[in-house]
């Protein structure tokens, strides 16, 4: 009966993505955020990866084999990493002229789906591997059973923030095009600092242009729609007078050491995963959620308040735990609508769309259903059904 909140919450999760990915630009509410703070759209990642960890826990409850288990882990991990870098890596690009194809030499190496799969890998080894066999009867006994998982948890966070608050950053460089038949233009940036986390000199972007190289970044940075670097902010814009260099610089929202910090939020929505294996009472269940969730978010938000700001690009961890928070209210919400008042009719079709959720993001969120629409056409690419649908509505507008 479980499985009903959990596709409800992924459904939620699918829909809340395509709804930010089509009308972020239209709504500045429902986009991600230039830089620090917490939007609609800044929510998809970590609910995503909090679903996929509850999903993890049950999905290895009862194991045969271990090896086998982690070999079937490694094999699905790679899928989705081979499946971003062909969605994500600049094969779906100039949309409107059909050009398609990746230049190796500029393709983006991380993203979404990498960033999922990373995650995805390393909770998975941890519940295969990292599990006493103690016996579960109370909330102290299970977190003794998953000791191991938490000290991952632990270790990562603290590796992240010694190598954000840490890591000296230097100056740089970049080039960049800024016309098609002119050289490439030349920009340096000033740092030389440490425990810096704006948008210039941070360690999680130095990080992806040491070892990724920056020719492999995303090319439309999120702080690009900062005031400092758009006169249409918070939307993208031209550059407004004395902008700072690094405005067009590249930079990946799924980098590297952020996408370390993901792999907190899948952990977290293992724990939750847990709850439901040994404990069969929802009044009990809801309490040992209901413990961590406002832990989380307060902790969080406290974080934020003294500092450490939540901010979705670098994976903050005031971030995590504010997200991962949300999403354990989030998820006690649909538990008690669905499994625990038996609302199961109304979300029959969310638990159809939350099955096909990767399907969807695919289709919607990463180009191929508008290449769909746009690669047919009738003579000209011009010819195609988006434009041919536009010109039908006008005509009728027209007549109305």
């Not at 050491?257 to 995963?273: D, E, F, P, Q, R």
Request: charged residues 15%; hydrophobic residues 45%.
């Amino acid at each position: 009966m479980f499985g009903n909140c959990l596709l409800t919450l992924s459904y939620f999760d699918a829909q809340l993505m395509i709804l930010v990915d089509d009308a972020g630009g239209l709504v500045p509410a429902l986009n991600h955020s230039p830089w620090n703070g917490l939007t609609l759209a800044d929510y998809v990642m970590p609910f995503f990866l909090f679903i996929v960890g509850v999903s993890l826990s049950l999905t290895y409850k009862k194991l045969s084999c271990r090896v086998d288990a982690s070999r079937k882990a490694g094999l699905r991990a790679l899928k989705l990493l081979v499946l971003g870098l062909f969605l994500q890596g600049g094969y779906f690009h100039r949309v409107n002229d059909l050009t398609y194809g990746v230049d190796i030499k500029q393709i983006r190496w991380m993203g979404i789906l990498q960033r999922i799969a990373l995650a995805y890998l390393v909770a998975a080894l941890c519940e295969i591997w990292l599990k006493s066999d103690d016996t579960v009867n109370s909330g102290p006994s299970l977190l003794r059973k998953y000791r191991y998982q938490w000290v991952v948890a632990f270790i990562i966070s603290f590796v992240y923030l010694c190598l954000l608050y840490g890591l000296y950053v230097p100056d740089w460089e970049y080039q960049i095009q800024t016309e098609p038949s002119s050289e490439p233009k030349t920009f340096s940036v000033k740092c030389g600092v440490r425990g810096d986390t704006g948008p210039a000199c941070n360690a999680v972007g130095m990080i992806d242009r040491t070892l990724l190289g920056i020719q492999h970044l995303y090319r439309r940075p999120i702080y690009a729609r900062m005031p400092e670097c758009s006169i249409n902010s918070p939307n993208y814009g031209p550059l407004p007078p004395g902008a700072p260099a690094w405005c067009q610089a590249p930079f990946d929202p799924e980098g590297l050491l952020s996408s370390v910090m993901a792999i907190v939020t899948c952990l977290v929505g293992l724990h939750y995963g847990h709850i439901i294996v040994h404990f069969k009472d929802h009044r009990v269940r809801t309490i040992y959620w209901t413990i961590p969730t406002s832990c989380l978010v307060v902790f969080g938000l406290a974080l934020d308040l003294f500092g450490m700001h939540i901010n979705k690009v670098l994976y903050s961890l005031s971030y995590t735990c504010v997200t991962a928070g949300t999403a354990g209210i989030l998820f006690v919400g649909i538990y008690l609508m669905v499994d625990v008042c038996g609302y199961r009719r109304i979300t029959i079709f969310l638990e159809w769309m939350g099955m096909h959720a990767l399907m969807i993001y695919i289709l919607a969120a990463c180009n191929v259903f508008p290449i769909f629409l746009q690669g047919f056409y009738w003579g000209s690419p011009r010819n195609n059904i988006v434009n041919s649908l536009s010109y039908v509505c006008l005509v009728i507008v027209h007549m109305l």
